[in-house]
């Protein structure tokens, strides 16, 4: 993927002065006696990993964590896994995000266009102190397990604190995963209590709920209570066992007002996050409160420049990371816009009426809701004042050097836009965005401040300019505790320190470019190998979905011939525009378009037309399980995907066969 030698953004003097990220800087140079307050980037970036006991202390107290930090910041820091941060650390996790109980906005919830509300953070605060008295009162206490099968609401954002406030354990779903889905997740955690919705909108119609949470709370035996949140259902608790509805869940707590806040280790477990599914039963990922805090504190207010007052938005749900990241911005002191439902309600209007309404100052979505909104030629530029906005951030895939142009062009031409890689394995970010430095086209800005993340070749020797393995070298605070059921520890190695000895392997094909930033080309598993040659999936993808006649795509690698497990060739499954259909003329111009943007070897031996293309319930296609399917093999967990049914447009094509 190429990408200009000019940024397309650059921020102004009078910007980079008045980021969190500056006063940083200043802060750690007055603390420790280094010249950093003029440092450019990479020099800060060189610090926050050589000296880590330094930039994560001052990561804590910047951040104004609540808690007793202790003396040592960090044991064994070389060995990974094995690293044990902040020893003498006593913290909560909730405490450090309901810190305020003023009357101003604390999360704002649009359900699609049905359903508007808002509540302040003393709200916030009482509706968590009834519901963790609510908790405690049926014997919920730390290391407990709390599930959410909810939509994106403020309940499930208070249930997550009462939780946490107990040190209990917190894992969610959203609601469009079918029972098995769940049962896969939940089944291995064994919760206490499931809070469930009973429906949800979605592109203006009601999903009932009901009969799901009914089927899962009979077949989860650990359950001792079911607490049904009233949303676009009937409401009704009494056909689920030991189901009870909200209000009456808290009536008896009605009074509370105060919260008695758990003082745990900082490396107490905190959320239980899943692996995507699609190759097997899910991972059970634990993650630890402090960790997931400070990361969170550093990303928001260091790479994202949050501050207090501003109105952070992420479209997602409950069964994204990108939902545990959002609600982190309350310990930033940042609103939080919450939204349900589809994103293209009103032709893919709605979230940027949302925008304009709630004074939005940062706006996360996926690189496919950009590319989606640029195939249908919305100009947000034109129609909407989005005043406040300063930030953009893309994640899920990556988002090519077209997508950049797209946002600069026709969403606003004076933001840091920001694509972002990481996952739910780290409930985070290894690359992100640098609110002080530019956005080149194409490219993610940086590495995380405190990650020392590079690019390996096959030989484990550092590469630029050239296509890798993202790799982490030295731990980090946000590491899993582990995996749940994983006594000793061995399937966590496995999926993570396998490749190379005492570092981490991410499993991202990318390269690291000249400016010090990154591209991704997608996930290592998936790229393809053509005669020995590793191509990265987006690669093509970029230059395939440039077409206006094709709406998405997909490519895999198919054994070829049959039975040679040394080669592939490559096929391109194409979803294209209505009323059109795949033909000479079309395939011509797609073959054409990869031979001249990239290489020979690029271009597909089969082009085929398919309905849809499955995905994740975050919206991520599933390579993997499609190739699966064209081989015969069985795919171990459709739950895992948000249309399954689409699996079936690959299966026994009699195209491939020759």
Same mark, same amino acid.
């Given at each position: ?93 909730? #405490? ?159 009074? +509370?007002?105060?919260?008695?806040? #758990? ?205 890798? +393995? ?27 320190? +396998? ?87 079309? #395939? ?34 599933? #390579? ?23 699996? +079936? ?10």
């Amino acid at each position: 993927m190429s990408t200009s030698l000019a940024p397309i953004w650059q921020p102004s003097a009078r910007r980079i002065a008045a980021t969190r990220l500056t006063a940083f800087m200043k802060d750690a140079e007055k603390r420790w006696k280094r010249r950093l307050a003029s440092a450019d980037y990479q020099t800060l970036h060189a610090w926050s990993i050589d000296h880590p006991e330094e930039f994560w202390a001052t990561v804590w107290e910047f951040g104004d964590v609540r808690g007793e930090m202790g003396s040592t910041v960090v044991v064994d820091r070389e060995k990974m896994p094995g690293a044990q941060w902040f020893p003498q650390a006593r913290l909560n996790f909730a #405490e450090n995000l309901l810190r305020r109980r003023d009357t101003s906005d604390a999360l704002v919830f649009w359900g699609e266009d049905k359903v508007k509300g808002r509540a302040s953070h003393a709200e916030l605060y009482r509706a968590v102190a009834q519901t963790a008295a609510a908790l405690r009162a049926i014997g919920v206490v730390k290391g407990d397990r709390v599930a959410a099968y909810l939509p994106n609401l403020p309940a499930a954002v208070v249930a997550m604190l009462a939780t946490a406030s107990i040190g209990a354990i917190f894992s969610s779903a959203s609601p469009d995963f079918g029972v098995q889905g769940v049962l896969d997740r939940f089944g291995q955690i064994e919760p206490k209590v499931l809070f469930a919705c009973d429906g949800y909108w979605y592109n203006g119609k009601v999903i009932d709920c009901l009969g799901k949470v009914a089927e899962i709370a009979a077949r989860l035996p650990s359950l001792q209570r079911v607490v049904v949140v009233p949303y676009a259902g009937s409401g009704e608790s009494m056909a689920v066992t030991h189901g009870v509805s909200l209000a009456d869940f808290l009536a008896p707590f009605a009074g +509370e007002t105060e919260i008695r806040f #758990e003082r745990l280790p900082f490396g107490h477990p905190l959320y239980i996050m899943y692996s995507s599914g699609t190759t097997g039963v899910p991972k059970c990922i634990v993650h630890c409160a402090g960790g997931a805090l400070l990361q969170h504190l550093k990303e928001h207010q260091l790479q994202a420049d949050v501050k207090p007052g501003d109105r952070l938005f992420y479209f997602t749900t409950c069964g994204w990371m990108m939902w545990n990241w959002l609600v982190s911005g309350l310990a930033s002191g940042a609103t939080l816009l919450l939204y349900d439902g589809s994103p293209f309600v009103g032709r893919g209007s709605i979230l940027f009426d949302y925008a304009d309404a709630e004074g939005m100052t940062h706006f996360g979505t996926s690189a496919k809701f950009i590319d989606a909104i640029a195939k249908i030629a919305l100009q947000p530029r034109r129609t909407h004042q989005l005043k406040h906005l300063r930030a953009m951030f893309s994640t899920g895939s990556p988002l090519v050097a077209e997508g950049f142009d797209y946002v600069y062009a026709n969403i606003k031409p004076d933001l840091q836009l920001a694509s972002i890689s990481g996952g739910t394995d780290i409930i985070s970010c290894f690359v992100l965005g640098n609110p002080n430095g530019p956005v080149y086209r194409g490219e993610i800005q940086c590495a995380g401040l405190g990650m020392a993340v590079d690019v390996f070749d096959d030989d484990g020797r550092p590469v630029r300019g050239e296509k890798g +393995e993202l790799v982490c070298t030295r731990s980090f605070p946000v590491m899993p505790i582990g995996f749940w059921n994983d006594a000793d520890g061995a399937r966590y190695r496995a999926a993570y320190f +396998e490749r190379f000895d005492n570092i981490w392997c991410h499993g991202d094909f990318a390269e690291r470019t000249q400016h010090d930033g990154f591209i991704i080309y997608g996930r290592s598993d998936a790229t393809l190998n053509p005669g020995g040659v590793r191509i990265g999936t987006a690669e093509i993808y970029r230059q395939v979905e440039k077409l206006v006649e094709v709406v998405e795509s997909l490519v895999i690698g198919q054994d070829w011939p049959p039975g040679n497990s040394g080669d592939v060739r490559v096929v391109l499954f194409v979803k294209l525009r209505e009323g059109l259909l795949h033909d000479d003329a079309l #395939e011509g111009r797609i073959k054409q378009v990869i031979r001249d943007n990239t290489t020979p070897r690029h271009v597909p031996a089969k082009i085929l037309q398919v309905a849809d293309i499955p995905r994740t319930k975050s919206g991520k296609i599933v #390579e993997l399980a499609v190739r699966n399917v064209v081989h015969g093999h069985p795919v171990k967990n459709v739950e895992a995907l948000a249309n399954p049914e689409a699996l +079936e447009h690959f299966r026994n094509r009699t195209e491939l066969s020759s």
